[in-house]
């Protein structure tokens, strides 16, 4: 494949991340690790179900009283606000606007780094309560769970980042094309998570 | 591994109508987008205003379901062509999952 | 890359191997590795007969005894069974499909590397502060309570070769779904790949449940998180649904390739076509689909209650449909053939009565009030070693002489793996069939001795002795590999003569870049399609001679490993106050890591391509290259 093969926005292909075989392999290999994602995501859940409001006899904290409603708000509005900017951001790398897909990415980047400082300080906020990682089994499977969403959050800032920097200078080619669409695939699929985690650990557990 | 492709020049009018398709799928994206906005907001504002709790977790639960087609199958394409076998296997991820958080709320014994 | 073949001295060999991403020198690799893995837990195995050989011994503490028989279950699963079979898939299965390599030769490498070096982790426990000994299934309430670092190099070690794994099923799935060669449809795959695509999904969708198992079990002992620790709320009943909702799976992870194994030997030296072939690939994909669904029959006496118990004792019966189908056709695939008693075939024959018996065994313990008299007896052990060995293991047996040609391009002496067979056979009954009766008679599993007066003395001395002649037969065939490979006879491109399928229409062992054209598929059994119409080349091609696009060799996923596997001692130490050194070491483990993956995504890797020219000259010579890439 010649990386320095240049494109127009009319010689572009319609589907550019699975115009090559390697993008195509690329492209189910992705979805595939979502689905083992998914389980993974599953049995974090599912244990997190298991140990909610279990802790040592007496322990004050419970998921009815500690958890900090507006903030998830807030951060449920501006993850599901990233993940239409990175849809932007395809759309424009499917029309061969590299200038404007980057500028999408962009905005992605700054929403996902608001997203991660909030939950820094609403942990944060939880530990200063008392609340720490080793406090019962609650806290230990409510960290788990919402910690992992966060260092996927932060890998995909990094994958973003990797992506928008190494490519700057030369632009889409059907090299990198197929990229760019997984990492925005990732992005949507961390906001499928968290659409379940503030359904089932913040909502839930407020009225529990 | 064949890398290369054959590469297609569109004619002019080609390359208007896949423009003008791709500004209207994007509308539709905008749509799911401000579907999802929205079913989030009723969720928030079931649990603040305190109905029973037998009301709202099946309404939150449900919400929540709606939210993960749209990106599915709007943000995601899982619809598209070519998405068969990933569709597949997405769904068997999904049908472990599920029986994985049925099992540990159902059958931990306490 | 103007000549491809070249002669290399030995440290050029290892640094080939230690790059390579092509997918059959990382199959010799896990070829080499699981069978060094299966010895050390074969040595393991018979610390375990000796120790249980009369009444009352005192060979092996209680300890140790407890230690030696988690590493033999662990290694045998984890390190040995599953790494072979691994090799097998992809040293045959990118062939049986017509493809070149598989999808991601990059992935391919550092899956390997990865389970190589949590391997190596897992077994350095022996000398660094003793072993796991909480059994295999390192249950937690036992695990937590383990004393020293045993349990953590479990945890860590499975974790570091569990990604592996994974990483390995999605390519093979990949592989399967996107570059299978023209002509070659779903329903046209030989079973082998069959089976090799739905061991890769349950690999795909069972060690996810795994993996997070082993993290809480990591962070609950190195990072004082209380998931299983029940005074703190934590429960762990959670462990052993996880690992178990992972560990059904993994039994038919195992099995599926063996049965694919099986389907080929039957076929070729029946010289029929399977019988049944849609039954065949749909008993394979059901059995993948039910096998999550009958976990809990491990937990029955947890106390789930009744209707739990009930639901899964009847899905688990369900199990014995599809697997029947499988026997029945096999059976037929015999029925009226010109039938060669080859080594692989004795093997294929002798499969179907052992496991037939542990299939059955496994029925009896789906019986949910009958296993609570079974459990945890030496009727679970006698079973789950005649399923395991009776089918994994004597696939693996068989699978060795059959593909040793493809792989290595010299034939393995049939006399002498007749004798392997003999021994191995007789020894692996007369192990294993007194074991029923033993657990029977009360003897329960895992513990270290057994009184004079309890009168297990006799059966365990022929159980014991039964353990040497397996041994004896692995000997012979360690033999026979070494006489073979001396010897160095090179055979050609069938070597059993009625091969079936496209790995047998291509040189013995392959040129690294497989087909020079790619094949047209015109059918199922498509080299013995063109056999029987007199096509001399055995294959119909779907391209003209061009140039091939290869990749490029890497050391990055070695590296990679090994940066995984200096932070898992960081991890393994974290808790000791008298380290200070292990947030460093782990920190330092993270950085290389990370920083090889930086290098692979920021270094453009387009691969090379073969001239036209280089492929005819090849082919001129017999196309039996050694590729230096």
């Known amino acids: ?33 979502l689905a083992a994602e998914t389980i993974t ?22 998921s009815s009283g500690l958890f900090e409603l507006p903030l998830v708000f807030a951060m449920t509005m501006i993850l599901l606000t990233s993940s239409l900017t990175s849809v932007y951001a395809i759309h424009h790398m499917k029309n061969h606007n590299f200038k404007a897909m980057q500028a999408w ?30 406090n019962s089994a609650f806290s230990a499977a409510f960290y788990t769970l919402v910690g992992t969403h966060g260092a996927h959050v932060l890998f995909g800032l990094c994958w973003f980042i990797a992506l928008m920097v190494r490519n700057s200078k030369r632009g889409l080619n059907m090299y990198n094309a197929p990229k760019f669409y997984l990492a925005a695939l990732y992005w949507h699929f961390i906001d499928v998570v968290w659409v379940f985690i503030f359904t089932v650990v913040y909502l839930m557990g407020a009225i529990s | 591994m064949a890398h290369d492709t054959t590469e297609k020049i569109r004619s002019h009018a080609e390359h208007e109508f896949l423009k003008k398709r791709r500004s209207a799928e994007m509308r539709h994206q905008m749509t799911s987008f401000a579907i999802m906005i929205f079913l989030t907001l009723i969720a928030f504002t079931l649990v603040a205003a305190g109905f029973s709790t037998y009301l709202i977790v099946p309404i939150i639960l449900l919400l929540a379901a709606v939210q993960v087609v749209l990106q599915l199958y709007h943000f995601m394409h899982l619809s598209n062509k070519g998405h068969g076998m990933v569709a597949f296997f997405m769904f068997s991820g999904i049908f472990v999952a599920f029986i994985t958080v049925l099992a540990l709320v159902t059958i931990v014994w306490w | 890359m103007s000549s491809l073949a070249q002669k290399k001295g030995v440290g050029a060999v290892i640094w080939d191997y230690m790059t390579t991403v092509d997918h059959k020198k990382i199959a010799i690799l896990y070829l080499i590795s699981g069978g060094f893995f299966f010895l050390i837990g074969g040595v393991e195995a018979l610390l375990i007969r000796i120790q249980l050989m009369k009444a009352g011994n005192d060979f092996l503490s209680a300890g140790l005894y407890n230690e030696i028989i988690t590493m033999h279950g662990t290694t045998m699963i984890f390190l040995a069974s599953m790494p072979i079979l691994l090799g097998f898939m992809n040293a045959i299965m990118p062939l049986q499909i017509g493809a070149r390599d598989v999808a991601f030769p990059f992935l391919n490498s550092l899956g390997f590397w990865l389970f190589f070096f949590g391997g190596i982790f897992l077994n350095l426990s022996w000398f660094m502060g003793g072993a796991p000994d909480a059994g295999w299934t390192n249950y937690a309430s036992l695990a937590l309570a383990s004393e020293g670092h045993g349990i953590d190099f479990y945890a860590l070690g499975l974790t570091i070769s569990g990604f592996g794994t994974l990483i390995g099923g999605i390519n093979f799935l990949v592989t399967i779904i996107n570059m299978r060669a023209p002509g070659m449809t779903y329903m046209r795959m030989p079973l082998f790949t069959w089976t090799t695509f739905v061991a890769s999904a349950l690999i795909l969708l069972a060690f996810p449940p795994l993996t997070v198992g082993l993290f809480f079990m990591v962070f609950d002992r ?60 749909f008993a394979t994909i059901l059995i993948g689909f039910y096998g999550f669904m009958v976990w809990a029959h491990h937990m029955f006496t947890v106390g789930l209650g009744p209707t739990a118990n009930a639901i899964f004792a009847l899905a688990t019966m369900i199990i014995a449909v599809p697997t029947g189908i499988k026997i029945f056709n096999w059976l037929l695939t015999i029925w009226g053939g010109s039938i060669k008693f080859s080594v692989p075939m004795v093997y294929a024959v002798a499969f179907i009565p052992s496991f037939v018996a542990g299939g059955v065994t496994g029925v009896m313990q789906a019986i949910a009030p009958l296993d609570y008299q079974l459990h945890d007896s030496y009727f ?51 192990t294993f069939f007194i074991q029923h009766f033993l657990g029977l008679l009360g003897m329960p599993r895992r513990v270290y001795t057994f009184g004079a007066d309890q009168g297990w003395d006799l059966f365990n001395a022929i159980s014991s002795a039964g353990a040497a002649f397996m041994a004896i037969g692995v000997i012979v065939m360690l033999i026979n590999i070494v006489i073979t490979t001396v010897k160095n006879v090179r055979v050609g491109n069938d070597p059993w003569e009625d091969g079936r399928t496209l790995e047998w229409a291509i040189p013995s062992p392959p040129p690294f870049y497989n087909f020079a054209q790619t094949p047209l598929v015109r059918g199922l059994d498509t080299y013995w399609i063109e056999k029987m119409e007199g096509n001399k080349k055995g294959m119909v091609y779907a391209e003209p001679v061009g140039d091939i696009h290869m990749p490029n060799g890497s050391i990055l996923p070695l590296i990679m490993s090994f940066g995984m596997f200096v932070a898992s001692f960081g991890a393994l130490y974290f808790q000791d106050d008298s380290k200070p050194w292990t947030l460093a070491v782990l920190i330092i483990g993270l950085a290389i890591l990370f920083g090889a993956m930086l290098a692979r995504s920021l270094k453009d890797d387009l691969g090379f391509y073969i001239k036209k020219e280089d492929l005819i000259e090849d082919a001129k010579r017999g196309g039996n290259t050694d590729g230096s890439k």
Do not use: C
């Not at chain 1, 980047?109 to 008392?130: Q, R």
């Not at chain 3, 998931?227 to 709320?233: C, D, K, R």
């Not at chain 3, 293991?393 to 393995?412: E, N, R, S």
């Open chain 1, 1 to 33: 494949m010649d990386l320095n093969k240049r494109y127009t926005a009319q010689s572009w292909p319609d589907h550019p991340e699975t115009a090559t075989l390697e993008g195509k392999n690329k492209f189910v290999g992705f979805w595939l690790l």
């Open chain 1, 41 to 62: 995501f599953a049995s974090l859940f599912a244990t997190y179900l298991a140990l909610r409001d279990r802790g040592p006899s007496g322990m004050e904290f419970s």
């Open chain 1, 105 to 134: 990415l962009g905005i992605t980047v700054l929403l996902g780094l608001t997203f991660l400082g909030l939950e820094i300080y609403e942990f944060n906020h939880y530990v200063h309560l008392g609340f720490g990682y080793t």
């Open chain 3, 222 to 281: 190195m990072f004082g998180a209380n998931f299983f620790v029940v005074e703190m709320g934590g429960n762990t009943i959670i462990w052993e649904h996880l690992f178990w909702i992972f560990g059904h799976p993994e039994v038919y992870i195992l099995i599926l390739p063996a049965f694919g194994i099986f389907s080929e030997i039957f076929a070729i030296f029946s010289r029929k076509r399977l019988f049944g072939y849609t039954a065949l690939v």
């Open chain 3, 380 to 430: 679970i052990v006698a079973h789950f070693h005649y399923v395991i060995v009776g089918g994994v293991v004597l696939a693996i047996l068989a699978g060795t002489h059959l593909y040793w040609p493809k792989m290595f391009g010299t034939m393995l002496s049939e006399k002498l793996g007749h004798i392997t067979f003999w021994t191995f056979f007789i020894g692996f009954h007369m």
